[in-house]
């Protein structure tokens, strides 16, 4: 090799460490410092969809900016420690996202959140770049192949992701500081209902498309207050599934699993165990946090479903959080947290004042 071309080696090496070093400012470091603290005392904080957003019957104003309302705290006297918000839509630039919440109510809804001590998390339900369907259209196996590098869709893809990019790097608090993200793209990939799931797509387009979103988020628009969630769904899951798409140790940072319960409350729970047993194997492995991204049982149709089904679970796993999924309000049967007069809100409140519970003032 000749010196100029092993000089340029070193140079590209060296900017490539660069790049992924320090990949978390001071804010997103504190938040997974605080995460750990939490996990050694046995704390899992309670999150909540959209919890500031709307609930079972109210929707906030567009210009919003108290954030004071939250179905939870009507029923227990504390918000949710975790703020859960979606991002479907900002790729079209719409102004209001997937359920009708304005972008720029979520991303003060976050920041005020932030501020009273809170936690955010995203997930992204986007369209389907190539049919302009939605997220759950599966009816071309060629989408994702159609936005990696070469593809078809590639171009605009990446203006998509950089409307994400955008808008993750205005949430910035009145004194410059930026708001840490808990962001868990390309969720429920062990099922095959997103065009990114396991029948519509190959292992490796999955972990390309995993590794052009972290590389554009990262290296290219520089990042620094995004915390990476891994986030495959429970249903059938396996150690081999749960790992088969793994993006990489370096481009996850927590081990998430979203769990729904469709039928009984024991094969709920047999089903989530079963999925945390195989997250704390491999979180234990590659030194990772573990969540609950996503759990829950609409309309909540058993009283003590907080402390008898939902803890009983939990209980023996050391969790960064759980987070349960919407109350949407144009919906009346389709609530995963409990509203005042609804039948499980006594044991929600026993359950949110469990010394093993984090919730926030
Ligand atoms: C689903 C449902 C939908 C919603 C979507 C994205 O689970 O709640 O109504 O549009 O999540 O939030």
Same mark, same amino acid.
């Given at each position: 090799m000749k010196p100029t071309a092993i000089l340029t080696t070193a140079i590209v090496l060296a900017a490539s460490c660069t790049a992924q070093e320090g990949r978390f400012d001071g804010n997103a470091t504190a938040l997974m410092d605080r995460f750990q603290d939490n996990i050694s005392k046995g704390v899992m904080m309670y999150g909540h969809q959209d919890d500031l957003m709307y609930g079972h019957t109210w929707r906030i104003d567009r210009d919003e900016t108290e954030f004071l309302r939250s179905d939870v705290k009507e029923v227990c006297g504390k918000y949710p420690a975790v703020l859960g918000l979606d991002l479907g839509g900002i790729e079209l630039a719409s102004e209001q996202n997937l359920d009708g919440n304005y972008f720029s109510a979520m991303r003060s809804s976050a920041i005020a959140h932030y501020l009273r001590g809170g936690v955010v998390t995203f997930s992204w339900h986007p369209r389907n770049p190539l049919t302009d369907g939605d997220a759950w259209d599966v009816s071309s196996k060629e989408v994702v192949a159609s936005i &990696?590098? +070469? +593809?078809? *869709?590639h171009e605009l893809f990446i203006g998509w992701l950089s409307r994400v990019a955008d808008y993750f790097l205005s949430f910035e608090t009145p004194d410059g500081q930026m708001v840490p993200i808990v962001f868990r793209p390309w969720h429920e990939h062990t099922g095959s209902w997103f065009w990114w799931g396991r029948d519509l797509c190959s292992v490796d387009e999955y972990k390309a498309l995993w590794k052009m979103t972290f590389d554009y988020m990262i #290296? $290219? *628009?520089? &990042? *620094? #207050?995004l915390i990476w969630s891994y986030s495959p769904g429970a249903g059938g899951v396996t150690e081999e599934i749960y790992m088969e798409r793994w993006p990489g140790d370096d481009m996850v940072d927590m081990i998430g699993v979203d769990c729904y319960q469709y039928s009984t409350s024991e094969t709920f729970i047999s089903e989530l165990v079963n999925a945390l047993d195989i997250m704390k194997k491999v979180g234990e492995e590659r030194g990772k946090m573990l969540a609950v991204t996503e759990a829950g049982y609409e309309g909540i149709l058993q009283a003590d479903w907080w402390t008898a089904t939902l803890h009983k679970a939990l209980k023996d796993y050391p969790l960064a959080y759980v987070l349960t999924w919407r109350n949407a309000c144009d919906k009346p $049967?389709?609530?995963y947290a409990p509203f005042p007069g609804q039948s499980s809100a006594e044991d929600f409140t026993a359950f949110a004042s469990l010394p093993d519970i984090g919730m926030i003032d």
């Amino acid at each position: 090799m000749k010196p100029t071309a092993i000089l340029t080696t070193a140079i590209v090496l060296a900017a490539s460490c660069t790049a992924q070093e320090g990949r978390f400012d001071g804010n997103a470091t504190a938040l997974m410092d605080r995460f750990q603290d939490n996990i050694s005392k046995g704390v899992m904080m309670y999150g909540h969809q959209d919890d500031l957003m709307y609930g079972h019957t109210w929707r906030i104003d567009r210009d919003e900016t108290e954030f004071l309302r939250s179905d939870v705290k009507e029923v227990c006297g504390k918000y949710p420690a975790v703020l859960g918000l979606d991002l479907g839509g900002i790729e079209l630039a719409s102004e209001q996202n997937l359920d009708g919440n304005y972008f720029s109510a979520m991303r003060s809804s976050a920041i005020a959140h932030y501020l009273r001590g809170g936690v955010v998390t995203f997930s992204w339900h986007p369209r389907n770049p190539l049919t302009d369907g939605d997220a759950w259209d599966v009816s071309s196996k060629e989408v994702v192949a159609s936005i &990696l590098d +070469g +593809g078809s *869709r590639h171009e605009l893809f990446i203006g998509w992701l950089s409307r994400v990019a955008d808008y993750f790097l205005s949430f910035e608090t009145p004194d410059g500081q930026m708001v840490p993200i808990v962001f868990r793209p390309w969720h429920e990939h062990t099922g095959s209902w997103f065009w990114w799931g396991r029948d519509l797509c190959s292992v490796d387009e999955y972990k390309a498309l995993w590794k052009m979103t972290f590389d554009y988020m990262i #290296n $290219e *628009r520089g &990042l *620094r #207050n995004l915390i990476w969630s891994y986030s495959p769904g429970a249903g059938g899951v396996t150690e081999e599934i749960y790992m088969e798409r793994w993006p990489g140790d370096d481009m996850v940072d927590m081990i998430g699993v979203d769990c729904y319960q469709y039928s009984t409350s024991e094969t709920f729970i047999s089903e989530l165990v079963n999925a945390l047993d195989i997250m704390k194997k491999v979180g234990e492995e590659r030194g990772k946090m573990l969540a609950v991204t996503e759990a829950g049982y609409e309309g909540i149709l058993q009283a003590d479903w907080w402390t008898a089904t939902l803890h009983k679970a939990l209980k023996d796993y050391p969790l960064a959080y759980v987070l349960t999924w919407r109350n949407a309000c144009d919906k009346p $049967e389709h609530f995963y947290a409990p509203f005042p007069g609804q039948s499980s809100a006594e044991d929600f409140t026993a359950f949110a004042s469990l010394p093993d519970i984090g919730m926030i003032d």
